[in-house]
């Protein structure tokens, strides 16, 4: 009589390209919407494509931080690298703002066109900012929960 074989673990990597993917997304929205505010200032006539714009684009992001945590915290199988990971990268992008404006720490030792992006992007206005929140409290929480196992078989 042998033992069941056991499924491999590939939801550290979904997870991970979940990550991936939020950041790009919002990254991307920063984008437009900043070309959307430009365009408009100098037209006049996209108010409403602004406003619609926001409003969609919070929805998607919402949608998407719901389904990355709804994964990471419940579906995945617990990986406590994984949730340093989270951890990590959104506490970078929520204080990196402070730690550049109060005391220049990352100032110095960046290169220039890294500056210039972290700058731009990592704002408090940002929805680069309000991502990485969500992804360290994703983080936070997948650290402290006891959750799925490897061995576990839901």
Known sequence: MSL???K?????????????VLLAFTHGADLLL?????????TFALGKVVLGSHALIALLLAILV?????????????NVWI???????????????????YTGFLYD???????????KFLLTST???????????IGLISLIRRGREKNDPR
């Open 109 to 119: 030792w960046l290169p220039f066109g890294v500056r210039g992006f972290l700058a």
């Open 8 to 20: 491999p673990d590939n939801t550290w990597w979904v997870s991970i390209a979940g990550l991936i």
């Open 127 to 137: 929805l680069t900012y309000y991502a990485g929140g969500f992804v360290a409290v």
């Open 66 to 78: 719901l389904l990355l945590a709804w994964f990471v915290l419940i579906r995945a199988v617990r």
């Open 83 to 101: 949730a340093s990971l989270y951890l990590l990268t959104g506490l970078l992008i929520v204080s990196y703002p402070s730690l550049w404006f």
């Open 34 to 42: 900043s070309f959307l505010r430009k365009r408009n200032a100098s």
């Open 4 to 6: 069941p074989r056991r």
